[in-house]
């Protein structure tokens, strides 16, 4: 009797806790489940990132949109280094520069215009609002990044320190220094 | 510290999640232009240049071969970087491209008998080595005391970028001083080629002396005779953060097991092209080798990020902002 043993070729995962590097070649072609994928593990991060440097959300969002639009004009471009969140971040930085500048050019409106704008509303948990809120009293767009960076897009400190230019000791010694204060800030408020 | 941060980094991870939109469909949908690489939302990525760029590439990477080639006929015994220790003594390590010392120079009185004892013996070391054996004579003249004596470390690069040397360096002096004497606090800064290198001058010291003098708005006469300790405690008393001033600060609140647990074996930035072409850029086609003697990390400098006007601005405006350490225990 003959047996015959189907072999199944892998399926390639289009799932994860963090972006794949493999993802890119496939975004390249067109695969709407790869792209999806990528913009499930890594939106927050990108998000969180450009908030941190535009402390607007609707600047925030136009950025992370456009993130990915890039990300997906430049994925046959991506060069394999096992940094796929720091490549798109990157590009992330990029972008809020540029929005930066054209801000600038909006020296001239009226103050309302250029007030941080983050509306709080939509996060369910009270503690959890404020510890966002107090991120934006309490820390400068430095020390926000650092945070954001490492607490919610998952960065080592030394990929932080690359990605904005500072010797790896003041991206740690800010982080921590920066929590604290959240810490504190966060009890006052509660008491 | 780090349960209380884990605390605080789940809570601002959960408040992120609840404000980022989704908009995976609407953006996989809109049509894109396919890049080619020289987008200037790609400057400082990683990413293969096609075309035009990649031959702009290609001879831009001959040419400073050819440049290197050149370059290491002029070099062995020429000064690129200025290295200045200062404690009360103040030591200058001339420094050559292969991070090796030149000469070492005692810039004040007290520094004299320091240059004395080390002798020749830095001369053609291994800067690191050679740092050690300046640090083992101040510690062996009493000058290094354990919780009473800071270093202030200062770079000058004649050519290119010093701050990954001085962070590198920061990190070796740091290392040593703990040892020698227990507790270590150190401070670092990048000086720009303007500071003067004149005789009778002690660059390092001098620089930090006009910071603090700007900053707390007495004349640089009063600071003359104060020791690196002494400056550092007189900001410390006016609420002012030591790294507001200067480049890098590593003291014993600095946890080496958190740096430990972040150590990234994966992570590579010798491998970054944008590093690399920023070091060929910078050096004029004359890179460092890296050599088996030099500083630990060595390699590449910084990545290339846009820098406009915009950058400055966004830049300047973080120096701006109050930083409220209030009770920071630094």
């Known amino acids: 009797m003959l047996i015959y043993a189907a072999v199944q070729a892998e399926a390639p995962q289009w799932s994860g806790t963090a972006p794949d590097e493999r993802w890119f070649a496939a975004i390249a072609q067109g695969d709407a489940a790869a792209f999806h994928a990528l913009y499930d593990c890594a939106s927050e991060s990108v998000f969180a990132f450009a908030l941190s440097i535009l402390r607007n959300r609707q600047d925030a969002e136009d950025v992370m949109q456009d993130t990915f639009l890039k990300v997906r004009a430049a994925a046959h471009l991506y060069e394999p280094m096992g940094k796929p969140l720091a490549w798109i971040l990157r590009i992330t930085r990029n972008l809020c520069l540029m929005q930066l500048r054209q801000r600038r050019h909006l020296a001239s409106a009226p103050p309302e215009e250029l007030c941080p704008d983050v509306g709080f509303e939509e996060i369910q948990s009270a503690e959890d609002r404020l510890a966002l809120q107090s991120a934006f009293q309490c820390l400068n767009r430095q020390e926000m990044q650092i945070v954001m960076l490492h607490a919610v897009a998952g960065l080592k400190h030394r990929e932080t320190a690359q990605l904005l230019g500072l010797p790896m000791s003041t991206v740690l010694s800010k982080y921590n220094r920066s929590l604290k204060r959240l810490r504190e800030r966060m009890e006052e408020q509660l008491v | ?247 890098d600060v590593l003291d014993d609140d600095w946890d080496e097991d958190e740096l430990d647990d972040d150590q990234d074996d994966d992570f590579d930035d010798d491998r970054e092209d944008d590093d690399d072409e920023d070091e060929v850029r910078h050096s004029g086609g004359a890179a460092a080798p890296a050599t088996s003697n030099s500083l630990p990390g060595s390699g590449s400098g910084q990545s290339s990020v846009i820098r406009d006007d915009d950058e400055e601005d966004f830049d300047e405006d973080d120096d701006d902002e109050e930083d409220d350490d209030d009770d920071d225990d630094d």
């Not at chain 2, 300046?134 to 003249?141: F, G, K, N, R």
């Open chain 2, 1 to 247: 510290m780090k349960n209380g941060n884990e605390a605080m980094e789940s809570r601002l991870r959960r408040g992120i999640s609840n404000l980022t939109p989704n908009r995976a469909e609407e953006i996989f949908h809109q049509p894109v232009e396919p890049a080619d690489g020289s987008e200037w939302y790609l400057d400082g990525v990683n990413a293969k240049r096609r075309g035009k760029t990649v031959l702009r590439s290609m001879l831009a990477v001959a040419a400073c071969f050819v440049l290197m080639v050149s370059g290491l006929l002029y070099r062995e015994g020429s000064v690129t970087t200025d290295v200045y220790l200062d404690v009360n003594p103040s030591v200058a390590l001339r420094v050559n491209h292969s991070e090796k010392v030149v000469r070492v120079e005692a810039l004040n009185p007290d520094a004299e008998e320091i240059v004395l004892a080390v002798g020749t013996d830095a001369k053609n070391r291994p800067l690191q080595e050679a740092v050690d054996l300046v640090l083992d004579q101040l510690a062996a003249q009493g000058y290094l005391q354990s919780g009473s004596d800071s270093v202030l470390v200062s770079v000058r690069a004649r050519r290119g970028d010093a701050s990954d040397l001085c962070t590198r360096l920061t990190k070796v002096v740091h290392d040593r001083v703990k040892a020698l004497v227990g507790s270590a606090s150190v401070f670092a800064q990048q000086l720009s080629k303007e500071d003067s290198d004149a005789p009778d001058t002690m660059p390092g010291r001098d620089a930090l002396v006009r910071k603090l003098a700007a900053r707390l708005g007495v004349p640089e006469s009063e600071l003359s005779r104060t020791t690196v300790e002494q400056m550092v405690q007189l900001l410390r008393d006016r609420d002012v953060d030591p790294e507001d001033l200067l480049d």
